[in-house]
């Protein structure tokens, strides 16, 4: 069964810290990996990363993939308020059709920025 | 803007009533969508896989009968809670894969904004 796990699963940090977020996974045919962002509703996309070592970059997001090692870390640097929010990592099978686009959720880091 | 639209966004019914959920995608067509329930602090579970033109696909444990799915176009599934109960009260979200804009290109999942069920 596929399994995906991020940690820690909860997070408190000041503004203007860098946190880093981890999920590991164990995925049969892996495609892609993605990281959302879930604050009251449904998560926005962030990031897809398909390709080993390659850093994605949005403003103060960052993320990179390692396919040898089965992980993936996002990090937000001099974090604002705003981002606190639940960050959601989810694996993705081949596109090969039908079902194989479905995604499997790790439980979701919960992150707190105090001011 | 939004890509995948949901409606309606909040419902409260009567235990024993059956409510139905819409999901669209906006700006291309999906042959295939997703259909998801969160509980409080937890995360998103898949129900079921609603096809086009086929019946749709569910995940272990989730019952047929009570969450009835209909793929009627390549741009809308619906997820009809029937005869709920309290315990159906979640928050569901549907997802559409977007068709890469690359021979081979992954497909980008969208979520829609989620409907907040309430049964009481």
């Known amino acids: 069964e596929d399994k995906v796990v991020q940690s820690p699963l909860s997070l408190v940090v000041h503004e203007g810290d860098t946190v880093t977020l981890n999920c590991s996974y164990e995925?049969?045919?892996?495609?892609?990996l993605l990281w959302y962002k879930q604050e009251k509703k449904a998560p926005t996309f962030l990031f897809m990363l398909?390709?080993?070592?390659i850093e994605k970059k949005s403003g103060r997001l960052s993320s990179i993939l390692d396919k040898k090692e089965l992980f993936s870390i996002l990090n937000i640097t001099a974090t604002q308020t705003g981002d606190s929010a639940v960050y959601l990592c989810?694996?993705?099978?081949?596109?090969?059709?039908?079902?194989?686009?479905?995604?499997?959720f790790g439980k979701g880091t919960l992150l707190t920025v105090n001011p | 803007g939004a890509v995948v639209s949901q409606h309606p966004s909040r419902v409260i019914c009567k235990s024993g009533t059956s409510v139905k959920i819409e999901c669209r995608s906006l700006?291309?067509?999906?042959?295939?969508m997703f259909w998801y329930r969160q509980f409080p602090k937890q995360s998103l579970m898949l129900m079921a896989t609603?096809?086009?033109?086929?019946?749709?696909?569910?995940e272990q444990g989730v019952e047929k009968d009570k969450f009835l799915i209909n793929h009627a176009s390549l741009t809308l599934s619906t997820l009809t809670v029937t005869s709920a109960h309290p315990e159906d009260s979640s928050f569901y979200i549907c997802?559409?894969?977007?068709?890469?804009?690359?021979?081979?290109?992954?497909?980008?999942?969208?979520f829609g904004p989620g409907t907040r069920l309430t049964v009481t």
């Open positions: 997802s559409a894969p977007r068709p890469p804009s690359w021979t081979g290109g992954p497909y980008e999942q969208y």
């Open positions: 995925v049969t045919n892996f495609r892609s």
């Open positions: 398909t390709s080993s070592g």
């Open positions: 989810a694996v993705n099978p081949p596109n090969s059709g039908g079902s194989n686009y479905k995604l499997t």
């Open positions: 700006d291309f067509q999906a042959t295939t």
């Open positions: 609603s096809n086009e033109g086929s019946k749709a696909t569910y």
